[in-house]
């Protein structure tokens, strides 16, 4: 079911946030500051590819994820959470847009803070 609901994502929508997320992270690698939120962007553009069946975890953080959390908030997080949170609502109009919408509301809240966060895949148990 996952895969069904993977390859639907990648038609209706899911190529594109995560070619937002790439182009995040090409901007954030510009500066040699910027390259580990460029790296975080990367992952996060790959998790976007197949959100079904994998899930996001808050971890807590230490000072230095809160401050590169911070930071990316500032620069670009607000403005993927902005098009994330738009987007899943726009799909929660229709009931078969509601499985689409709650995986944009899950990069939502992972686009604001991306460093202490973990993806994993959810058992099947």
Not at 39 to 53: N, R, T, W
Request: net charge positive.
């Amino acid at each position: 079911m996952h895969l069904l609901g993977n390859i639907i994502w990648m038609l209706f929508g899911g190529f594109i946030a995560a070619i937002l997320w790439f182009i995040a992270g090409l901007i954030c690698c510009i500066t040699f500051i910027g390259i580990p939120f460029g790296i975080q962007c990367f992952k996060i553009a790959a998790f976007v590819l197949y959100p079904f069946g994998r899930d996001v975890e808050i971890k807590g953080f230490g000072i230095g994820s809160l401050i590169g959390n911070v930071i990316w908030i500032i620069i670009l997080g607000w403005e993927l959470c902005v098009y994330h949170l738009v987007v899943g609502l726009l799909l929660c109009i229709t009931i078969i847009g509601i499985p689409f919408g709650k995986q944009h509301f899950k990069l939502a809240k992972l686009s604001l803070v991306p460093f202490g966060s973990r993806i994993y895949t959810k058992s099947w148990l």
